[in-house]
Structures are given as C-alpha cells and as structure tokens.
C-alpha cells in the first residue's frame, strides 16, 4: 500500500502520483496527437512520441495500481482512435500492453512485493466464484435494494456504517440508498452527459490541442467512473477507483478538479472564439 503514495516532506502532503501520471500522460498525448497530424500514419512517429510512453507510463503504475493503469491504457487507447492513428498502430499498442501484463504476472510470481498480483488473482477468483460478490458488494447490494426508487433520505444511510470505504471507493451505492433508483441514474447520467457536453464542444473547437485534451480528459473521467460504478452493481471485480468529484480523497478530488478545470479552459476559449 506504501508505494501507492508519495509524500512530500516539508509539508508532509501524501498523493498518489498515478492520479499526476493519469492527467500528464493525458496531455501528453493531446501534444503529440496534435503535432503530429500531418504524418501520424508513420510507424516511426507514431511508436517512439506516443506508444511507447502509454506503454512505460501504465506499466509502472500497474505494479501497485493495476485498475488505473487500464482506465489510462484504455483512454489513451481511444484518444489514438480520435486522432486518426492507423488502426494497425492501435493494435500494435494492445499487444505491447499485454506483453507487458504477461512480464508484471511473472514479476510477481517471483518477487511479490514489487507486484500486487496476488491481489489481482483473488479479487478476480472471488468475482468469478462468487455470484453474490464478496463481503463488500454484498453490502453494496443491500444498500442499493434498500434505497428502491427514491431511496432512504440524505443522511439516512445504514450501510455506510457496515460497508468498507463507503466514502470512496463504493460511494455510489450510498448514493443509490440516500437517493434511490433515480439519484443513482441521476448521477450516471450526469458523467455521461459531461462526456457528451465535451464532444458537441470541440467540434466547434479551431484548435487541434484544445480538442484532444477536452475528449481526453473527459473520457478519462467517464471511463473512471463508469468502472467504479460498475463494482457497485458488480458487474466487474473491485478495483479500488474512486468516483470523480464524488468520493472523499484529496488527491483524487484535487486531480479531477484540475482536469475539469482545463476543460473549463477549452469551453472559455471557444466561446471567445465564437463570441467574437
């Protein structure tokens, strides 16, 4: 759990560099997509600018951190596809991220304490063996019945008090009892709708950069969220993600906020544009 947060010392604030890594690789490639443009079909400037940073990036954040590591694998992956990079150097990418998978497995076999892989192998044996889910989903699922379809009232939550993490990692299901079926679709709405408000943006967007990293970021959030929503009605193993701009965290909350705001930052300077 240690090597998942750095501290700082004089301040003694503790983040977990893979939410830093998730925003600058974000960039990164919205940089590189966007000087690029001209000749991203080339294997030669498409493999050393742009794969082979999401491959280095994710797998040093997989070893402590593997369901980040696959949100960020997973949004680079369509942040290529938005910027026309050849299908074939997409594919190229998902090989090489399994190779690397494959080389973290047998890594940890050996030396367990650099890899969490034990970790992995239980939480996926446990989703697959287990149709009801483990100690946590369980709560999850009986806090999610228990709010029906306009919940118990805010404050009124029970399962907070017996569900771990209740205030980050499975907050949704809080949400579901405290507002019921229509707080909860309310709250996957509202993702949703940031993913999509952000796409009818940047098509009015004049620069290139400005687009890249508003999709990027925003899939970014959208993926996340959708992930963490989905261990709450176990749909997927845990991961350990948080909500965005929901769950109790200040790394997580501080990260989020920051890529809103440069959202925030492409939304004002394409209606200036359009203002003008």
Known sequence: ?????????????????????????????????????????????????????????????????????????????????????????????????????????????????LVRVDTWVSRVQDYANNPDGGYQVQQAKIAIARGGVFGAGPGNSVARNFLPYSHADFIYAIICEEYGLIGGLLTLALYVLLFFRTVKLVTKSPKAFGTFLAIGLSLMLTIQALANIAVSVHLVPATGLTLPMISMGGTSLVFSAIAIGMILSVSKFIEKIDGT
């Open 1 to 113: 759990q240690a090597s998942r947060w750095l501290e700082i010392p004089i301040i003694s604030f503790s983040f977990q560099p893979s939410d830093f890594a998730k925003l600058a690789l974000v960039v990164y490639i919205a940089r590189a997509l966007t000087q690029k443009q001209e000749y991203i079909n080339s294997l030669k400037e498409a493999f050393l600018p742009i794969i082979v940073p999401v491959v280095i990036i994710c797998g040093l954040i997989a070893p402590a951190n593997l369901s980040t590591a696959l949100v960020l694998f997973g949004t680079c992956l369509a942040l290529m596809f938005v910027g026309r990079v050849n299908p074939r150097y997409i594919f190229l990418l998902c090989l090489l991220g399994i190779v690397v998978f494959a080389g973290l497995i047998v890594i940890g076999r050996y030396e367990p304490e």
